[in-house]
DNA sequence: AAGCGTATCAACCGCGACCGT
DNA sequence: CACGGTCGCGGTTGATACGCT
């Protein structure tokens, strides 16, 4: 309900966030975990509200995000994800790990929604074509919460499976003088631009198994959908098909971009349809 | 070089969902 | 069940970069 009391109060800073309250939250988080946000501006000293902390850290600090120019492969990705689940940017976002929703969507809004409209202007404007398929697409977005619902029950009831690590479960080694800047003594560890931080967490990146990074951003239950998708992505479902989907994209033909007529691998998750 | 329009992307805002009491 | 606190998501905004005239 509402909005944390935090973003009511006066005197919280707004706007871009300099290179030293960048190292305030990640030296927070590489002590504490990701989490509990509410706690992260009165113990890091942070005049930042906890939204505006956790945003920063899954859009921008957070190891393994990947920056600039999104691949072709990445692009039809994001495409047929759009088609199939619409603007649940979180939900993309779960089938590219290094991407961020935030990137996504800004990448949807700027240039991948007017390609496709010129795209589209090019061929033909049939109108109840577009009409199933925007019925189509409310149709399946019902049948993927279900099937997310069905998922988070299954992992509910698994004992046997193994719990993600905690978010944000930074592992000391981050921060040892070996990956640090020559400036650094004792642990604490100079960063004078995000690219620094960057660097600094690309070391943890590789001491970290990749379910770790995969979970890294989210511990609440809306956040196991995310770990979810993308630690069953390891045991090759259900990316699976989405993958091969891509592969046979990228080598064939073009598909027509439509969901009555999607043309699905034949490992097509049964129950999204 | 200056002015203007457009593109990009980080950050904010508002809302709903979830969870504990 | 109701309520309040917290979190995450999606839409939107605003600052800056870039390109064109």
């Given at each position: 309900m509402g ?32 989490g509990n ?47 199939l689940l ?188």
């Amino acid at each position: 309900m509402g909005r944390p009391p935090c973003c009511d109060k006066g005197g919280v800073k707004k706007g871009p966030w300099t290179p030293e309250e960048d190292l305030m939250l990640v030296s927070y988080i590489q002590e504490h975990g990701a989490g509990n946000w509410r706690a992260v501006p009165s113990n890091t000293g942070l005049m930042r509200c906890s939204k505006s902390c956790r945003l920063r850290w899954t859009n921008y600090l957070r190891p393994g995000i990947k920056r600039g120019s999104f691949t072709e492969q990445e692009e039809k990705l994001i495409i047929h994800l759009q088609a199939l689940l619409g603007n649940r940017w979180a939900a993309i976002a779960s089938y590219l790990p290094e991407r961020t929703d935030n990137d996504i969507k800004n990448y949807w809004n700027t240039r991948l929604k007017k390609k496709l409209t010129k795209a589209q202007d090019g061929t033909e404007r049939g109108s109840n074509h577009h009409r199933s398929m925007i019925k189509g697409q409310w149709e399946r977005r019902l049948q993927t919460d279900i099937h997310t619902a069905k998922q988070a029950l299954r992992d509910a009831l698994s004992l046997d499976e193994e719990k993600p690590l905690p978010n944000g479960d930074l592992h000391p080694i981050l921060f040892k003088p070996n990956h640090a800047p020559s400036s650094s003594t004792n642990n604490v560890v100079y960063a004078s631009s995000t690219e620094n931080i960057s660097r600094l967490l690309q070391g943890w990146m590789r001491s970290k198994p990749d379910k770790t990074r995969a979970c890294s951003d989210s511990g609440s239950s809306q956040g196991s959908v995310r770990c979810e998708s993308v630690s069953s992505r390891e045991e090759g479902k259900p990316l699976s098909w989405l993958e091969t989907w891509l592969f046979e994209e990228s080598t064939g033909q073009d598909q027509e971009m439509t969901l009555d007529g999607l043309q699905l691998p034949l490992d097509y998750p049964t129950e999204f349809l």
